[in-house]
């Protein structure tokens, strides 16, 4: 899982792809969810190098 970070909240998609603009993000049925352009994306993190930590990443 991975979770995009925009100024004004998340999305959470199972896979993405990069474009010249931005990324495009898709859930786990392989179904579009967003595109979120590169000067909107503050950060793309996979959760998976977190583990089970509840501790603020920001």
């Not at 998609?13 to 590169?38: K, M, N, Q, T, W």
């Amino acid at each position: 899982m991975y979770r995009a970070i925009l100024p004004e909240g998340q999305i959470v998609c199972d896979r993405f792809e990069h474009s010249d603009e931005g990324i495009e993000l898709y859930d786990e049925d392989d179904e579009f969810v967003a595109f979120v352009p590169y000067s909107t994306l503050n950060a793309l993190i996979d959760e998976e190098a977190y583990g089970s930590d509840e501790r603020s990443i920001m």
